[in-house]
């Protein structure tokens, strides 16, 4: 038995599916078993699925049976796929209106495949709704809070590329009018078997690309992050707090830091244990994050100490700053913890050029306001 090139490009479809299920399983359990990628490994099983039924197409007793059949599979991963970068953005995988446009687009299948048979009809509506779903999901990856990275915006042109291809290949299937047109029917073969089978195998590599990355940005977020409050831990800070430096530095704005301490946190931990500890730096954390607006830096760069830069024309604007700080905190502690009474100790510098020497500066003058009594805001003026 001699096989076609349709046939040997169909079982190189199957084969490339089974492959990337495989991956896309193995990166699932990697990734804290993430149900986005588990979406990403159906799409290749159907896909898979997809190469068998066109493989072997000639067990349909029907040839309109086999084409409504292999078009509902390739909606299918069409919708998969769309859900699975949906759930990696953060929003809802399927909604009434992406569930009522794939039942639309079969339904067209169906349509003019059994009641008014139309060649060119019949065959646009997959890759039509391909293209429209390849640039919906590079809208997907293209929503984000952050800046896109490297992987992302590669992964955007090729799906963008992808769509296009998909969009052609509509369109010849189209050119052919009511009836089957060789020439245009050739043209459509060829678009799909010489480019589809890249496009798709490109497809999966650069959407594990993007999920490489997540892992790496990952590790890198929680390599600056402390664990216990969410904030940045002292390297995180020094990190942005030297970066807002170097920003300021090309501008007029003067920056200064203030450093917090707890007081009596010790207390706390030894009277009520390291549980309510926790929840005190949790606490005075998301208090503190909430009284700073852009481009502040905050971080927990101790036990129960913390340091904020923020911008300030002078050592009094950063001054009152800190007491308005400190007062916030005492006061929400006063009405939500009265048992505990939480309050702190701040100590303020400017930053001329050196980071380091202002927050040694700004942590000596906070020991003086433990020394002065403690809940209280010293200012260092060198």
């Not at 479809?13 to 990166?27: E, N, R």
């Not at 706390?268 to 929840?279: L, R």
């Not at 939480?342 to 100590?347: E, P």
């Not at 980071?355 to 040694?360: F, S, T």
């Amino acid at each position: 038995m001699t096989l076609s090139d349709i046939d040997l490009i169909n079982i190189s479809q199957f084969l490339i599916s089974l492959m990337m299920t495989v991956v896309f399983l193995l990166a699932w359990k990697i990734m804290e078993k993430k149900t986005y990628v588990l979406m990403w490994a159906l799409f290749y099983v159907f896909a898979a699925v997809n190469g068998v039924l066109n493989a072997i197409n000639d067990v349909f007793p029907d040839r309109n049976l086999y084409w409504v059949v292999v078009n509902a599979v390739s909606l299918l991963t069409q919708l998969l796929a769309l859900a699975g970068f949906r759930m990696r953005a953060g929003r809802m995988p399927l909604t009434h209106l992406i569930l009522g446009y794939f039942a639309l687009v079969l339904s067209l299948v169906v349509v003019f495949t059994y009641l008014y048979p139309h060649m060119g009809l019949r065959m646009v509506f997959i890759p039509a709704s391909g293209a429209l779903v390849v640039v919906a999901i590079a809208r997907e990856i293209w929503r984000t809070d952050q800046a896109l990275r490297t992987a992302e915006i590669s992964a955007i042109v090729l799906f963008m590329l992808y769509a296009l291809v998909q969009a052609t290949s509509g369109t010849l299937a189209l050119l052919q009018g009511a009836e089957r047109d060789a020439y245009f029917l050739n043209l459509y073969s060829q678009v799909n078997f010489l480019f589809m089978p890249a496009f798709f195998a490109g497809l999966g590599l650069f959407t594990l690309l993007i999920l490489v990355d997540d892992l790496a940005s990952k590790l890198k977020r929680q390599a600056i992050t402390d664990y216990l409050t969410g904030l940045l831990n002292r390297r995180g800070f020094k990190q942005q707090a030297d970066a807002l430096i170097r920003q300021q530095h090309k501008s007029s704005d003067r920056l200064a830091v203030i450093v917090a301490d707890i007081d009596h946190f010790k207390n706390i931990n030894d009277q009520y244990g390291h549980q309510i500890g926790d929840e005190v730096l949790q606490y005075v954390s998301r208090g503190m994050r909430q009284l700073l607006s852009p481009p502040a830096v905050m971080g927990r760069t101790g036990g129960e100490e913390f340091a904020v830069v923020i911008q300030a024309k002078d050592i009094r604007a950063a001054e009152l700053f800190a007491e308005h700080l400190r007062h916030q905190l005492s006061e929400q502690s006063r009405n939500t913890n009265p048992d505990l009474h939480i309050t702190g100790s701040f100590g303020v510098a400017m930053i001329n050029d050196s980071l380091e020497q202002a927050l040694i500066q700004a942590d000596h003058a906070m020991y003086q306001a433990k020394s002065a009594g403690r809940n209280r805001v010293v200012v260092t003026h060198t």
